[in-house]
Nanobody, 127 residues
Framework: QVQLVESGGGLVQAGDSLRLSCAAS????????MGWFRQAPGKEREFAAA????????YYAASVKGRFTISRDNAKNTVYLQMNSLKPDDTAVYYC????????????????????WGQGTRVTVSS
């Protein structure tokens, strides 16, 4: 069982940066692949970024590549999403998720690959 708690969301202006954190409970955090997804009002949840259990592999949606960076600190049971050059289109509730499956480019983007989800943190980017 893994419990996930996101933090770091807020209201920012276009061009600003934010860093989201996701703190995980449980002693097996380092065995899970982690992902960040987002859901804008009226839209389906979409993939943003993912990272393998040891941080060796990262995956990004085309819409955030080059602006967002996912990282993890297994000693702190925490995964991060550094978001730079934010745009109004990045406005959404951001969720972190944990996957017990070996991650690959074929499954990291799929919500069904993830076993556990946090409650989300809201990011609003004004123009």
């Amino acid at each position: 069982q893994v419990q996930l708690v996101e933090s770091g969301g807020g209201l920012v202006q276009a061009g600003d940066s934010l860093r989201l954190s996701c703190a995980a409970s449980g002693r097996t955090f380092s065995s899970y692949g982690m992902g960040w997804f987002r859901q804008a009002p009226g839209k389906e949840r979409e993939f943003a970024a993912a990272i393998s259990w040891n941080g060796g592999n990262t995956y990004y949606a085309a819409s955030v590549k080059g602006r967002f960076t996912i990282s993890r600190d297994n000693a702190k049971n925490t995964v991060y999403l550094q978001m730079n050059s934010l745009k109004p289109d990045d406005t959404a509730v951001y969720y972190c998720a944990a996957s017990s499956l070996p991650q690959s480019s074929g499954n990291a983007h799929n919500t069904r690959s993830y076993n556990y989800w946090g409650q989300g943190t809201r990011v609003t980017v004004s123009s």
